[in-house]
């Protein structure tokens, strides 16, 4: 049964977890919660292409809802793609089988140069309608999350042209002109301050950065590429009281840095010890995660004994209850409901005795 604290004011419960304020009971999303494991989005993609439901706001609101009619998470992602703002910046974007192309990636001063600092109301309004019709229909007591990629994550799209393995591309630029990649990365991020601005002034209760390949880095590339963007994009992006949380991959070496970021909240992949990360930094910064997403594959007494296992880690101060990664399309619609109730029936005082009973 799930608890009548998150079906009554989402939203507040969402804002504390990200203050590491102390709550009842974690909040719970998924991170990719809209998407192919759903019949109902199988539905839809029928008959649109998917950046045809990025670019219709009142389809990526159908699509946002459904996880939160289906499975009662606790906040609400709107639907879009982290190539987006590439696309308003100049470069071609195609979605093929394979997988999302830009067609003219940046490989040359020349290529950076015809990038463009773009109006978010203007040539991404439609991301921006989507929220704001998302945050009327679901009204005060449900948070909207927004959402872009990180400029290192962003780059390697935009300097592959696609999703490659290595990135060779971009590491000989990193090594071959690394002040071309720093003000590619720079620009990135500043685009990237308005265009989070934008969704923030549409509604958006908390913003989430992607940055997927940061774990192909190193400490020391990291330190002097990745983190500096991130940091610049956070700090002018100056939130204020609207939490910034920052999904790492594979980074588990690079943590420490990870946490200079400015960001106020730190997703990690299951590869991170929330207990670890708990201890290391106190509880001044929220983390969110961190569930294998193939845990869901298995039996649902198995998908409910990792969810006490990663609460019980944090003690549910400053958590996030979410995956360590995206939802798999093969998961069962049941497990990813088991999932989320799973979060929301656990009362915190009782975390650690119910953990030991089972």
């Known amino acids: 049964m799930t608890s009548t604290i998150s079906s009554s004011n989402r939203k507040s419960l969402f804002l504390k977890a990200c203050r590491c304020e ?40 159908e699509v946002s809802l459904q996880p939160f009619h289906i499975l009662g998470v ?5 639907f879009s793609d982290i190539l987006i703002p590439a696309e308003a910046m100049g470069m071609e974007l195609e979605l093929t089988e394979a997988g ?31 929220i704001r019709g998302l945050v009327s229909t679901l009204g005060p007591t449900v948070p909207v999350l927004g959402f872009a990629a990180a400029p290192w994550t962003l780059a390697c799209y935009m300097v592959e042209g696609q999703t490659k393995s290595g990135f060779d591309s971009l590491k000989r630029l990193l090594y071959a002109d690394p002040k ?14 308005d265009y989070l601005r934008a969704q923030v002034a549409a509604g958006a209760a908390a913003v989430q950065l992607f940055d997927t390949w940061a774990g192909e880095l190193g400490r020391k590339e990291y330190e002097a590429f990745a983190l500096p963007a991130t940091q610049l994009l956070i700090s002018e992006l100056n939130a204020g009281e609207t939490p910034v949380i920052l999904y790492t991959k594979g980074c588990a070496h690079l943590m420490p840095l990870v946490a200079r970021t400015g960001a ?21 910064i929220a983390l969110q995660g961190n569930v294998d997403p193939c845990v869901l594959l298995g039996p649902a007494e198995g998908v409910r004994s990792a969810v006490r296992e990663a609460i019980e880690k944090t003690d549910g101060l400053g958590h996030i209850l979410n995956l360590g990664h995206g939802i798999l399309p093969s998961t069962p619609v049941e497990n990813a409901r088991a999932f989320v109730q799973a979060g929301q029936s656990l009362p915190l005082r009782a975390a650690s005795e119910i953990h030991r009973v089972s």
């Open 100 to 130: 999302p192309v830009l067609g003219n990636p940046i490989r040359e001063r020349r290529d950076m140069a015809a990038l463009r600092r773009f109006d978010p109301e203007q040539e991404t309004r439609f991301l921006n309608d989507a």
């Open 74 to 78: 606790d906040a609400v992602i709107v």
């Open 264 to 284: 106020t909240v730190l997703s990690v992949d299951w590869r991170v010890d929330l207990k670890k990360l708990r201890e290391q930094f106190g509880p001044g």
């Open 22 to 61: 102390p709550v009842e009971q974690v909040p719970v999303w998924i991170m990719r919660q809209a998407g192919r494991y759903l019949p109902e989005y199988r539905a839809v993609r029928a008959k649109h292409g998917f950046l045809e439901i990025c670019k219709t706001p009142e389809l990526a609101m």
């Open 180 to 193: 071309m990649l720093r003000e590619l990365l720079e620009t990135i991020a500043r685009c990237t301050v």
